[in-house]
Nanobody
Framework: QVQLVESGGRLAQAGGSLRLSCTAS????????MGWFRQAPGLEREFVAA???????TYYADSVQGRFTISRDTQSTVNLQMNSLKPEDTAVYYC????????????????????WGQGTQVTVSS
């Protein structure tokens, strides 16, 4: 099991930028594929972005493609750079971790992830 703590969420203006971070502890970080998901009030948690263990493969939801960038370092952090923010990006953002032996595998479904952080609130005003 890995413990995840998200940070960086806050109130932002439409068109602005935010950088979310997720710090992992407890297990070997490089054994985990990572992902970002979000959940708006009254809606299900939805996929945002994913990155493989190696960091060489990434995948994005259509709604954020070209605006968001997921990255990871070799220590314990995965980041989500969010540019050109829109009011519809408002949600609680969650970081997920999935233990995998596949270095280039990423996961896009919530059911694929074993561990989650507590979430960080992002609010985008128009």
């Amino acid at each position: 099991q890995v413990q995840l703590v998200e940070s960086g969420g806050r109130l932002a203006q439409a068109g602005g930028s935010l950088r979310l971070s997720c710090t992992a502890s407890g297990r070997i970080f490089t054994m985990y594929a990572m992902g970002w998901f979000r959940q708006a009030p009254g809606l299900e948690r939805e996929f945002v972005a994913a990155i493989s263990r190696s960091g060489t493969r990434t995948y994005y939801a259509d709604s954020v493609q070209g605006r968001f960038t997921i990255s990871r370092d070799t220590q314990s952090t995965v980041n989500l750079q969010m540019n050109s923010l829109k009011p519809e990006d408002t949600a609680v953002y969650y970081c997920g971790a999935r233990l995998t032996y596949g270095a280039t595998t990423y996961f896009t479904n919530t059911a694929d992830y074993n561990d989650w952080g507590q979430g960080t609130q992002v609010t985008v005003s128009s």
